[in-house]
C-alpha cells in the first residue's frame, strides 16, 4: 500500500466524463488508475491528474477482453495495494435504424457497454468483499431508460447495466459494497457542441433546465456515490439529466 488514500479505476477515463470523473476523484483526495484504448490521450490526462496529487498508473485495456481486465485488476491492486471504487465509464454508440442494424452492430455495443460492466465488476468483487467496503458505480444513460428510435443496441446494453446492478447490489451489500448507476442526460461533448443552432434549441426546449449538462455534472454525482456519505444507498439509479425524464 503506498499511503492510507483510496483507490478508484476509471474505464475510458482518458478522455470525456471519464477524465472529469477521475479528476474530480483526484481533488477528492483519492489514487485515480485509468484505462482506455487511446494511449495519448491518457498519458496527457496522466500527468494532469499527478498535478491534482493523484498517484496514476495506466493500463492500455480493452474492457472487452475477461483475461486483460483481469490482470489490469491484478496490477492495480500489486501497484497500490488496494481497490476501493470502480467506475464504469468506457462506452461507445453505434446509431442505427433496426432494419439497418447488423449482429455486429448489436454485438460491439452490448460487448463495450454491458459485457465490461460484468468484466470489470467480476475483476473487482472479490478484493472489495474481503475489505468490507467498495463502491462500484456504472455510467448508464437516460436512453436505458426511455428507449430512443436509432439505438435499440445502445438502449438495451445500457438497460442491461440497471439490471445487472440491482442483482449484484443485493449479492454485496451485507459486505460494506454498494453498487449504482448513474444515467446521463444530454452531455456537452465535441459531439453535441458542433450540432447546428436549430437542432441546440429543439434539444434546450426538451430540457426543463434548458441547457445540457456537463461532465462536470456527472462526476458530482460519481463523487457522492463513492463517498463515505453514500454508504446507506445501494441499487439505486441516480439521474442527472436537467429534469428531461423524472
Ligand atoms: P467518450 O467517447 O468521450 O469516452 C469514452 C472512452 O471510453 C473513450 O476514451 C474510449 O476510447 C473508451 N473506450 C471505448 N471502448 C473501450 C474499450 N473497449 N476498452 C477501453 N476503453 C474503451 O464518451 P463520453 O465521455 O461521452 O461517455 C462516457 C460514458 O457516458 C459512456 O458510457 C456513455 O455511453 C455515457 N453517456 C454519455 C452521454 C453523453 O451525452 N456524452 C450521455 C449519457 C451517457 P476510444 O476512443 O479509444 O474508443
Not at 454508440?93 to 454491458?114: A, C, F, I, Y
Not at 448508464?140 to 442483482?167: D, E, H, R, T
Request: proline share 2%.
Amino acid at each position: 500500500m503506498t499511503d492510507e488514500k483510496r483507490v478508484a479505476l476509471i474505464t475510458g477515463g482518458a478522455r470525456g466524463i471519464g477524465k472529469a470523473i477521475a479528476s474530480r476523484l483526484a481533488r477528492d483526495g483519492m489514487n485515480v488508475a485509468i484505462c482506455d484504448l487511446l494511449e495519448d490521450a491518457m498519458r496527457e490526462t496522466k500527468v494532469e491528474l499527478e498535478s491534482l496529487g493523484s498517484d496514476t498508473a495506466t493500463f492500455s485495456c480493452d474492457v472487452t477482453d475477461l483475461d486483460r481486465v483481469s490482470e489490469m485488476v491484478a496490477g492495480v491492486e500489486e501497484h497500490y495495494g488496494r481497490l476501493d471504487v470502480l467506475v464504469n465509464n468506457a462506452g461507445i454508440t453505434n446509431d442505427k435504424l433496426l432494419m439497418r442494424m447488423s449482429g455486429d452492430d448489436w454485438g460491439k455495443v452490448l460487448s463495450v457497454n454491458l459485457t465490461s460492466v460484468f468484466n470489470c465488476t467480476k475483476s473487482v468483487i472479490r478484493g472489495m468483499l474481503s475489505n468490507r467496503w467498495g463502491r462500484i458505480i456504472s455510467i448508464s444513460s437516460v436512453i436505458g431508460l426511455m428507449g430512443n428510435a436509432g439505438q435499440a443496441n445502445y438502449a438495451a446494453s445500457k438497460a442491461g447495466i440497471i439490471g445487472f446492478s440491482k442483482s449484484v447490489a443485493r449479492e454485496v451489500a451485507s459486505r460494506g459494497v454498494t453498487v449504482n448507476v448513474i444515467t446521463p442526460g444530454y452531455i456537452e461533448t465535441p459531439m453535441t457542441r458542433d450540432l447546428p443552432e436549430k437542432a441546440k434549441q429543439q434539444l434546450f426546449d426538451m430540457i426543463p433546465m434548458k441547457r445540457l449538462g456537463t461532465p462536470e455534472d456527472v462526476a458530482n454525482a460519481v463523487a457522492y456515490l463513492a463517498s463515505d456519505d453514500a454508504g446507506y444507498i445501494t441499487g439505486q439509479i441516480l439521474n442527472v439529466n436537467g429534469g428531461i425524464y423524472m
